[in-house]
């Protein structure tokens, strides 16, 4: 790009002799000269012509001032030299982004920390009485946590049964029963908490499924066989752990705080107690009854009829 400064100058000159010539016009039309002018009226044209130079002179100063600043700014958008720092706007009162002053007030402080979330482990051991079970897990239910993100859980409905029979699954999980039997199933559930009837369908059909979004316990059940049945325990996080088969158990990660924990398994009643996490490890001891399985209805509260097996 050729440099624009000869063609702005030429133009500001312009600029500057129009606004000088329009008084002098005005005053020409209004009274014309009579006769030759005299010494005193030369010596005061002189003077005229003098100031007016000097007041060009400023006038293309100062826009010459404004053409450097301009010039600058553009050289700054492409990529040329560094600009020296122009003063923001700034709210009445505000000292400018130099003075020590406004240093001061924009210094960074450093964000507030959040306090240290303490944790601790709980470990204990659950006593059975009046029988063995296989599946027994501890939990603590007054913690809440985030819906589950897992991708499912699958309960499959083959050889008449539920397999898995027992499981264990945080609030939001989606449970999926695909049917591999040749027969009809009618998979359904009166919990309180995840009341659902999934309605009768065979192999080949696409498997339907239902979210359990209540804790607690979700009985499953099939509508036509009476001998299909499922436990899923839904819990509140992801502090659960299966118990040993020495009836030992270790939950790790437990806030710290007055703590709810429940053991469970599907033969017994569920156990709680109160147990205050204070320091790295609190132990604590449950004590689980045997109870045999009861029967149950279908989904309309009947009796099973002749073909429930």
């Given at each position: 790009?050729?440099?624009?400064?000869?063609?702005?100058?030429?133009?500001?000159?312009?600029?500057?002799?129009?606004?000088?010539?329009?008084?002098?016009?005005?005053?020409?039309?209004?009274?014309?000269?009579?006769?030759?002018?005299?010494?005193?009226?030369?010596?005061?044209?002189?003077?005229?012509?003098?100031?007016?130079?000097?007041?060009?002179?400023?006038?293309?100063?100062?826009?010459?001032?404004?053409?450097?600043?301009?010039?600058?700014?553009?050289?700054?958008?492409?990529?040329?030299?560094?600009?020296?720092?122009?003063?923001?706007?700034?709210?009445?009162?505000?000292?400018?982004?130099?003075?020590?002053?406004?240093?001061?007030?924009?210094?960074?402080?450093?964000?507030?920390?959040?306090?240290?979330?303490?944790?601790?482990?709980?470990?204990?051991?659950?006593?059975?009485?009046?029988?063995?079970?296989?599946?027994?897990?501890?939990?603590?239910?007054?913690?809440?946590?985030?819906?589950?993100?897992?991708?499912?859980?699958?309960?499959?409905?083959?050889?008449?049964?539920?397999?898995?029979?027992?499981?264990?699954?945080?609030?939001?999980?989606?449970?999926?029963?695909?049917?591999?039997?040749?027969?009809?199933?009618?998979?359904?559930?009166?919990?309180?908490?995840?009341?659902?009837?999934?309605?009768?369908?065979?192999?080949?059909?696409?498997?339907?499924?239902?979210?359990?979004?209540?804790?607690?316990?979700?009985?499953?059940?099939?509508?036509?066989?009476?001998?299909?049945?499922?436990k899923i325990l839904v819990v509140p996080n992801?502090?659960?752990?299966?118990?040993?088969?020495?009836?030992?158990?270790?939950?790790?990660?437990?806030?710290?705080?007055?703590?709810?924990?429940?053991?469970?398994?599907?033969?017994?009643?569920?156990?709680?107690?109160?147990?205050?996490?204070?320091?790295p490890t609190t132990q604590v001891s449950f004590?689980?009854?045997?109870?045999?399985?009861?029967?149950?209805?279908?989904?309309?509260?009947?009796?099973?009829?002749?073909?429930?097996?």
């Amino acid at each position: 790009m050729k440099n624009p400064r000869p063609i702005i100058t030429g133009l500001l000159v312009g600029l500057v002799m129009a606004r000088l010539a329009l008084p002098a016009r005005a005053q020409d039309n209004a009274k014309a000269p009579e006769g030759p002018p005299t010494r005193a009226e030369l010596t005061k044209l002189q003077n005229d012509v003098r100031e007016q130079r000097q007041l060009i002179i400023e006038m293309l100063q100062t826009e010459q001032q404004r053409y450097d600043m301009l010039l600058r700014l553009l050289r700054g958008q492409g990529g040329g030299a560094a600009l020296p720092d122009i003063p923001s706007a700034l709210a009445p009162g505000e000292p400018a982004a130099g003075d020590a002053a406004h240093r001061a007030l924009k210094k960074p402080t450093a964000a507030p920390t959040a306090p240290e979330r303490r944790v601790g482990a709980v470990e204990g051991k659950v006593a059975m009485t009046g029988g063995a079970a296989d599946d027994v897990y501890v939990y603590v239910d007054n913690v809440r946590g985030p819906t589950s993100s897992h991708k499912g859980l699958e309960i499959k409905q083959e050889g008449r049964q539920f397999s898995p029979r027992v499981a264990v699954v945080q609030t939001g999980t989606n449970v999926v029963f695909p049917n591999f039997d040749s027969v009809y199933h009618n998979v359904f559930s009166n919990s309180p908490r995840n009341t659902f009837d999934l309605g009768t369908y065979q192999a080949g059909d696409k498997p339907r499924s239902v979210t359990v979004t209540g804790p607690g316990v979700v009985e499953v059940y099939c509508n036509l066989h009476q001998k299909m049945s499922a436990k899923i325990l839904v819990v509140p996080n992801a502090l659960y752990t299966k118990v040993r088969a020495d009836g030992t158990f270790r939950l790790e990660n437990v806030p710290s705080g007055s703590r709810r924990l429940v053991a469970w398994s599907p033969e017994t009643k569920p156990a709680a107690l109160r147990v205050d996490v204070a320091g790295p490890t609190t132990q604590v001891s449950f004590s689980l009854e045997h109870q045999d399985a009861s029967a149950h209805s279908n989904k309309f509260g009947q009796a099973y009829g002749s073909y429930k097996d």
